[in-house]
């Protein structure tokens, strides 16, 4: 059989952001092709690497495609060639970006998109002396670019909408949101935002009104976590209460006008100023090595993250489509599987292995796939019947660990009339099954709380596949009670 053929990135500049590019392209299937004069780039991006496999994976509850291969180059042509993306991400110096951005242009397809990170030159400035103006287009990230969805795109006169929605439907397949900017602007619309942010802390360390943990304080327990869910205008909709948002600008837009802010004045940033804010925050996080921050950083994105999986709100629904458009397993052992998944640091316990309640977890997932595939999916709950689960049975037979992955296959043990009983196993890379979980399930009238009988599409397919599994033999853990 012939070998799969992968895409391929090129990624120009290794840094914090091209480290993070290169992470979430290899994740989702990509070779990438990595070109940095720095001879540190190698170890800095495998380390960067090692924290997004701990984490990307974790946001799923489906595998991503097998990873791609990594290649560190010293000629910028060989990077760039056959690349079906490359991303410049070298230091912000207008000059700098210019000579890349030209040397890339002479060595690359030439129908080949190029994507700055720049956090802040508009397009039409990057394009300046370019030999195709309209292939450069800015796709500004947000670190840790594995892991935010955020990209700002933004389009100059130069850029025609055809390209532009074929590099919004590359970046979509990596699993980022597209925000096009319709209006290039500098610092495009989130860096506007930060940096006024930034501003205003910094000159309230200026004045010794707040330490650095200080200021942190008041965004962490507070406006921060609104803002990951609802970002500004929606939360201060809510701040209006009934009376809404014409309400709330009534209250609070006069204070803009009082001396609230330092608004577009900036502090010197004197030695004395750098070297003040430098100690503080020596003092607040100076205890832990910047990966173990990434990584703290990156075990609270998750969780976060996979809460608003669950609502769907903003980042969660970006997962969600992401999730929804990875490849679906094939068949094992000819049963159906209805789980593959890696497994996130946030399911492991003080053992160092995944918690027994998690099984469950898996084992409920692993039910309502094989709900759907036998037709009883949304559109069947929503027209009044479901299952609802009366007993479950686990056995715990290998440990699993952090970033494993594992395979569910389920077998249908009996598919009659209310009753649906299903044996899940949980196999591991090695092949072995390392938990076994029988369950029960009885149809329900969602209206009436009662059992009752399925609909004819769903005793049809169960009738259909429990013809299939009626010559499989019966697993050994079938029916065990404890003792
Ligand atoms: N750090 C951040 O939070 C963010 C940065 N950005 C943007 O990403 C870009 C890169 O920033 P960082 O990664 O933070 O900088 P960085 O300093 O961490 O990395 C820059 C990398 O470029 C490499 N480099 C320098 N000259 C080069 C050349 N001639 N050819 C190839 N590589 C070269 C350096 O060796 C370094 O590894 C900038 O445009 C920045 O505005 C965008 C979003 C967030
Ligand atoms: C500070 N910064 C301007 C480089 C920030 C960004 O560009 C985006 C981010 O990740 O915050």
Known sequence: MA??????????????????WAARFLLNGWDVAVFDPDPQAERKINEVLANARRSLPALYDRSLPEEGKLTFHDDMAKAVSDAQWIQESVPEQLA???????????HAPSDCLIGSS????????????????????????????????????????????????????????????????????DAHIADRLLEAVWREGLWLVHDEVATTEEIDDAIRY????????????????????EAGMEHFIGQFGP???????????????????????????????????????????????????????KSGSGAGGTINDHEASLPEPMPINDLPVTGDRQIPQS????????????YVEVSSQASDRFMELVGADANYIASGGSYFTVETH????????????IRVTTQLIKGEGKKLHLFHRLINDEGAVAATIETMLLHVDLKTRRTSEPGGVVATNLAE???????????????????
């Open 3 to 20: 070998e799969a053929i992968n895409k391929k990135a090129a990624i120009i500049g290794g840094g914090v952001i091209g480290g993070g």
């Open 96 to 106: 700098l970006k210019h000579k890349i951005l030209a040397q890339i242009q002479a």
């Open 118 to 185: 720049t956090s802040g030159f508009k397009p039409s400035e990057l394009q300046q002396g370019s030999i195709k103006p309209e292939k450069i287009i800015v796709a500004h990230p947000f670190n840790p670019v594995y892991l935010l969805p955020l990209i700002e795109v933004v389009p100059s006169a130069a850029t025609d909408a055809a390209t532009l929605e074929a590099g919004c439907d590359v970046l979509r397949s990596v699993g980022l949101k597209p925000l096009v900017v319709r209006k290039e602007i």
């Open 222 to 241: 507070g406006f921060g976590l609104r803002w990951a869910q609802m970002g500004l205008f929606e939360t201060y909709r809510i701040a209006g209460g």
């Open 255 to 309: 204070a803009l006008k009082w001396p609230w802010t330092k608004l577009m004045d900036v502090p010197e940033l004197t030695p004395e100023l750098t070297a003040r804010i430098a100690q503080q925050s020596d003092d607040q996080s100076g205890h832990m090595s910047i990966r173990d921050l990434e990584r703290l950083r990156d075990d609270n994105l998750v969780g976060m993250m996979r809460a608003l999986k």
């Open 347 to 358: 399911w492991t316990d003080y053992n160092g292995h995944m918690n027994e309640a998690h």
């Open 394 to 405: 686990v056995c715990y037979l290998h440990e699993i660990s952090a970033g494993d992955h």
């Open 465 to 483: 596949m429990a013809k299939r599994h009626a010559d499989l033999p019966k697993p050994d853990q079938l029916g065990r009670a404890i003792g």
